[in-house]
């Protein structure tokens, strides 16, 4: 897919604002600092589309992008921030919750992980609340170049096998890079795809 255009529509804090237009819908949420925001922008293709942020877990927003006039791009708040306290992080998972269940025109959800780490646990509650809700979703590992070639395969297979410990089968993954574009391709024939069926 070629991104001929790519424009920031809205911010909203209630999804029930969140713009009406019944296009595909593909979110993206993470841990905070796990490099979602230049993930966006590497695969838009843009500077500054979603805003690099100094400070994790401040923003609680959703953003909507329209790409291409016909998908929405929505940048999810990051979640898992240390030093967020009990009470916003139940603030946040509500926020979040109400999200999920009211977007009907979502297709998929893209949870990224570093590609470095093991599986978290956030992560994996995470996901269990997707897969509980029937929510299709991939995984995207990030920073894939902080890793040389061997330690990547070593980790990325080292984590889909300790995922098999809670799922029955794999969701469909990538592996990404924003410093160097790796996965760019494979990421957005993936929305090219599922978008034509
Ligand atoms: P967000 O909080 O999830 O939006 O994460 P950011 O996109 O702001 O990235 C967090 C930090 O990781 C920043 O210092 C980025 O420059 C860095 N980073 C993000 N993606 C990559 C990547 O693919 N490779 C490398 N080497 N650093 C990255």
Redesign the pocket.
Known sequence: MKITSAEFVMSNSNVINAPKDRIPEYAFI?R????????INMLMERKDL?K??GK?GKTQLINHFKINDSWFLVDLP?YGYAKVSKKKRQIFQYFIENYFKEREQLVCTFV?IDSRHDPQKIDLEFMRFLGENQLPFCIVF?????LGSSKLNKQITSYKKKLLNHWESLPTSFI????TGMGRDEFLNFIDDVNED
């Open positions: 993470g905070s600092n796990v490099g979602k925001s230049s993930l979603a690099i942020s994790p990051g990224l990030t920073k894939a170049d902080k990404t890079s924003s410093s």
